[in-house]
């Protein structure tokens, strides 16, 4: 070994500060490592939705799956798109509001790349103004899919990608704190 060569013909104070000095760099090595390994562990939590609160809101939409489209309704009988998302939160600590155009001032506005479950999602089907909301259910390189309330389907998933939906989208909103 050429290394433990070199240093038998220092003295040993200086093979001292040498081991000391390749310790370090070894030691911070190790660190940066450990640093990427926590933040990769970290993002792949944030973009896994293991969650409860996600699996529980997401959950909570999906037993709506099914049911008729009603203006204005809450219930099985027959909901809204702003209701479903209403019932979806409703058992965590945030009070938000009922209609779409009100929930889309709600939390942070994500850049489309940067989607995940839970996350609300916004679109203008009338007018000018933003006028139907989903709850995000899936992500994928190409493709977006949510839950919501369809006027002529009732509770479905669909996909940001029909061109119904990709026509007229407008934002995405995180509004849970742990997505």
Do not use: W
């Not at 939705?49 to 219930?75: K, M, P, Q």
């Amino acid at each position: 070994m050429r290394i433990s060569s070199d240093l038998n013909d220092l003295d040993p104070q200086d093979r001292k500060t040498i081991v000391l000095e390749e310790s370090k760099k070894i030691d911070e090595d190790i660190q940066s490592q450990l640093d990427e390994l926590l933040n990769d562990f970290i993002e792949e939590m944030n973009n896994s939705s293991v969650y409860a609160g996600t699996d529980a809101i997401l959950n909570t939409a999906f037993n709506y799956e099914g049911v008729r489209y009603r203006f204005g309704g809450t219930t099985y009988s027959g909901i809204d798109c702003s209701g479903l998302v209403m019932n979806a939160f409703a058992n965590t600590d945030l009070n938000l509001p009922r209609t779409s155009s009100e929930l889309a001032q709600v939390g942070e506005k994500i850049k489309k790349n940067k989607a995940q479950k839970g996350d609300l999602i916004f679109f203008k089907t009338r007018g000018n103004r933003i006028s139907h909301v989903g709850i995000i259910t899936e992500v994928t390189p190409n493709d977006i899919k949510f839950i919501h309330s369809s006027t002529s389907r009732g509770v479905i998933v669909s996909s940001i990608n029909e061109t119904y939906y990709k026509n007229r989208f407008v934002q995405i909103n995180r509004v849970l704190s742990d997505n």
